[in-house]
T-cell receptor, first 114, second 111 residues
Framework: NAGVTQTPKFRVLKTGQSMTLLCAQD?????MYWYRQDPGMGLRLIHY???????AKGEVPDGYNVSRLKKQNFLLGLESAAPSQTSVYFC?????????????FGEGSRLTVL | TQLLEQSPQFLSIQEGENLTVYCNSS?????LQWYRQEPGEGPVLLVT?????EVKKLKRLTFQFGDARKDSSLHITAAQTGDTGLYLC???????????FGAGTQVVVTP
């Protein structure tokens, strides 16, 4: 079972370059999320989607864009990378349900911006 | 935004010892989740607690939800090296399933 798959796993960018992180889930989940994880700060929500064709801002959306053209895929884009975006990015998905639902995470994508 | 505080930030113990980590908030929350994250992996759900005063056991792990639903603890009995990881508590902030995480407690269990 693949679950949640993120590509690429590692990437090094120069300041100003652009890139896209791809998240794919095979569990037919409605909800998908992008988080970033930085030392001492836990996981912070960047953007999320509650269904195909929908996206919404999370806690730290600046500098990122997202798209959910297909239910199983959630893309995170950086148009002009900055060193402050050096982080580990996690995609997650969940069923459409109430307050106690479980999030299923990918293995993470480590991004370094020089 | 509710702030979740986890303590301690780091804990190093030897195999066989017990440990407790804490998650606290100034606000009441309806439910709380505990996740464990191993190096190079994403977080994995351990348990969800929903009722004030609730105690849940998962093998050697005991989770407690405070009576006032503002705090929770995770106790590990006779820790093993496989318990090494980052323990994160999280609460849902709305019906869209968004989670707010604490900063985590890094637990290292040495042989």
């Amino acid at each position: 079972n693949a679950g949640v798959t993120q590509t690429p796993k590692f990437r090094v960018l120069k300041t100003g370059q652009s890139m896209t992180l791809l998240c794919a889930q095979d569990m037919n989940h409605e909800y998908m999320y992008w988080y970033r994880q930085d030392p001492g700060m836990g996981l912070r929500l960047i953007h999320y989607s509650v269904g195909e064709g929908t996206t919404a801002k999370g806690e730290v959306p600046d500098g990122y864009n997202v798209s959910r053209l297909k239910k199983q895929n959630f893309l995170l884009g950086l148009e002009s990378a900055a060193p402050s975006q050096t982080s580990v990015y996690f995609c997650a998905s969940s069923y459409r349900q109430g307050l106690t639902g479980e999030l299923f995470f990918g293995e993470g994508s480590r991004l370094t911006v020089l | 935004t509710q702030l979740l505080e986890q303590s301690p930030q780091f804990l190093s113990i030897q195999e066989g010892e017990n440990l407790t980590v804490y998650c606290n908030s100034s606000s009441v929350f309806s439910s709380l989740q505990w996740y464990r994250q191993e190096p190079g992996e994403g977080p994995v759900l351990l348990v969800t607690v929903v009722t004030g005063g609730e105690v849940k056991k998962l093998k050697r792990l005991t989770f407690q939800f405070g009576d006032a639903r503002k705090d929770s603890s995770l106790h590990i009995t006779a820790a093993q090296t496989g318990d090494t990881g980052l323990y994160l508590c999280a609460i849902k902030t709305d019906s869209w399933g968004k989670l707010q995480f604490g900063a985590g407690t890094q637990v290292v269990v040495t042989p």
